[in-house]
């Protein structure tokens, strides 16, 4: 069965403090995309990143980076030099192949939320 | 700006009504997913369209109902309404039907029964 586990519900840290959102993946298959969302305090949901199974560069944008290791099933999400503006719930998701009934899933985990105190 | 639109943006209703929530989304885009998004129960699946097709269903109530039309944009019925239902419901959108396809989500309908 996939599953993705956001085991940090709530992380406050102080302004400028780097911060990684964690983020570990069940899944059998090896054909995978994973994904990270923001969600600010106004409720919508912004895209932040995609990336396949078969590529494990980490990835920088910015403030933000991407650690995925296959090898321990995790995708975790730094910022660096944290501001107040990044105050959200963070939510990590896969995607796999076509299930048995046709479909494909995203899952999403249960989302962490970041508090960054000024 | 994700480039989905979703209406109303905030919606009080009563036990027991029923309510339309709208969604076109991103131009170029023909699959459109529904979520619901509560306190205790974290971000769920209600149901996918792809070109008119619905594709995948997830926890989506009997009383609920949801359509996408030939211009691509979707609503979502919700009838007989309870306490319970009171959620963020997202719709979405990626440009095809199938895994690694980015999903674009609206801003939400918040909907508050009581």
């Known amino acids: 069965a996939q599953k993705v586990t956001q085991a940090q519900t709530e992380i406050s840290v102080v302004e400028k403090e780097d911060v990684t959102l964690d983020c570990v993946y069940e899944?059998?298959?090896?054909?995978?995309?994973l994904f990270w969302y923001k969600q600010p305090p106004s409720g919508e949901l912004v895209f932040l990143i995609r990336?396949?199974?078969?590529?494990?560069q980490n990835e920088i944008s910015g403030r933000y980076s991407w650690n995925f290791q296959k090898s321990t099933s995790s995708f975790n999400f730094t910022i660096t030099a944290s501001q107040v503006v990044d105050s959200a719930v963070y939510f990590c998701?896969?995607?796999?192949?076509?299930?048995?009934?046709?479909?494909?899933?995203?899952?999403f985990g249960t989302g962490t939320r970041l508090k960054v105190l000024a | 700006d994700s480039g989905v639109t979703q209406t109303p943006k905030h919606l009080i209703t009563a036990t027991g009504q029923r309510v339309t929530l709208r969604c076109s989304p991103r131009s170029g885009d023909l699959s459109v997913y529904w979520y619901q998004q509560s306190l205790d129960q974290g971000l769920q699946f209600l149901i996918q369209y792809y070109n008119g097709e619905e594709r995948a269903k997830g926890n989506i109530l009997e009383r609920f109902s949801a359509q996408q039309f030939p211009d691509l944009h979707s609503e979502l019925n919700l009838s007989s309404l309870e306490l319970g239902d009171s959620a963020l419901y997202f719709c979405?959108?990626?440009?095809?039907w199938g895994t690694g396809n980015t999903i674009y989500f609206g801003e939400g309908s918040w909907l508050t029964v009581v």
């Open positions: 979405a959108s990626s440009v095809a």
């Open positions: 998701a896969l995607s796999g192949p076509l299930t048995t009934s046709g479909t494909y899933k995203y899952i």
């Open positions: 990336r396949n199974s078969f590529d494990e």
């Open positions: 899944t059998r298959d090896t054909t995978y995309y």
